[in-house]
């Protein structure tokens, strides 16, 4: 699943607790509105139906 990521990394709570820090702050006074993705980069590189498949097969089989 990793390699379906740009940063080729799973992301960790602490990445988005980052995220939702600078929207609390002064620094994103400008923000109004948006659709934000904190996702590294799952979103931008789609991975094709085979992986997605193939990655919830894996963690069924783990899971058993």
Do not use: C
């Not at 659709?35 to 069924?60: C, E, N, Q, R, W």
């Amino acid at each position: 699943f990793e390699d379906n990521h740009a940063t080729g990394t799973l992301g960790k709570p602490e990445d988005v607790a980052e995220f939702v820090r600078f929207l609390s702050s002064d620094h994103s006074v400008w923000i109004t509105g948006g659709d934000f993705l904190v996702d590294g980069g799952f979103f931008a590189h789609l991975p094709t139906i085979a992986a997605v498949t193939d990655y919830i097969a894996s963690m069924k089989s783990k899971n058993k």
